[in-house]
């Protein structure tokens, strides 16, 4: 197995139309908490491997220890897949991640594996 380190992490955060008030709170949060995270475009239908709406929060390696138990604390009932970045998109959404409450469904077939 080839080591690729861990560049980044990406926390996606699902809503529906009922719990997007729960995931706008969410952000407020961590833009508060954490400036330095980049929180990315809502999207509102299915894109990429996610089959639910969400929105997508980038962060770099000194932020994990902070970002991800505020994640834990505050999704209140919101399912968030958290992932690494190493450059394999299928490794990284599926045997590096993490579930926080429900795991959705995803469709593999769109990530790319590493060479």
């Known amino acids: 197995m080839t080591y ?16 997007r008030p729960l995931a706008e709170r969410l952000r407020a949060g961590l833009a ?4 330095t995270a980049r929180l990315g475009r809502w999207h509102d239908v299915p894109v990429g491997p996610h089959t639910h709406a969400m929105y997508q ?10 970002l991800t138990p505020y994640l834990m604390l505050h999704r ?8 690494p970045d190493t450059g394999d998109d299928l490794a990284d959404h599926t045997a590096h991640a993490v ?3 429900e795991i959705l469904p995803l469709k593999l077939d769109v990530l790319r594996k590493a060479d």
């Open 4 to 19: 690729r380190p861990i560049s980044a992490y990406h926390a996606h955060i699902y809503f529906t139309p009922d719990t």
């Open 32 to 35: 508060e908490h954490f400036p």
């Open 76 to 83: 209140d009932g919101l399912a968030i897949l958290l992932h």
């Open 99 to 101: 579930w926080f409450g």
């Open 57 to 66: 929060v980038l962060f770099t390696l000194d932020l994990f220890a902070t």
